[in-house]
């Protein structure tokens, strides 16, 4: 079951946000026990969830654009902000809780999570009263923090200019 669930996840994260939420709150599950970690490597669930971040943050920066525009219904784009913020919620939970391992950590980090994290520090909710953004936001410092240990982490993070971005949040 968990091989179909991949391959649909694989195939169909461009298809329909809601069936990867789905999927992907299944895997979360299994994420949370480092026991399922190698039946999650094996079904490259890593792997597409770096692809679905990576997809995501694409067609944040494009709806952005139409919005500045005029081109989206404010409405319109208060749900896509927060059915995406759900979804990158739960892919950053899911790596994170695959990063338990230094190995996968390593592996991410040479996919350059580090890169995915600092450009979410980035995005701006207009209807910020919504629990998701604050929630994505705190996995994402969770993750940072755990990658700052290792000094090329915290090379790349200062390349990516990441206390300038931090210090948005405290002034």
Known sequence: ???????????????????VINILEIFFVFSQYQ???????HNKIGFTTMKIIELELKRYNMRLRDAKK????????????????????VCFFILLHMAEDP???????????????????????????DILYNRLFAVV???LKRLSVYEE???????????????????
């Open 70 to 89: 005029k081109q989206i219904d404010p409405a319109k784009l208060a749900t896509f902000l927060h059915n995406q913020e759900r979804l990158l919620h």
């Open 103 to 129: 190995d996968i950590e390593w592996k991410m980090t040479k996919r350059s999570i580090n890169h995915l994290l600092c450009e979410t520090l980035l995005r701006e909710n207009p209807f910020e009263t």
């Open 1 to 19: 079951i968990l091989g179909a669930l991949s391959r649909v996840l694989d195939e169909d994260r461009k298809k329909s946000s809601d069936l």
């Open 141 to 143: 410092l969770a993750f």
């Open 153 to 171: 982490n915290k090379n790349k993070m200062a390349e990516d200019d990441i206390v300038r971005r931090l210090s948005l949040f405290i002034a």
């Open 35 to 41: 026991e399922l970690h190698p039946i999650l490597l």
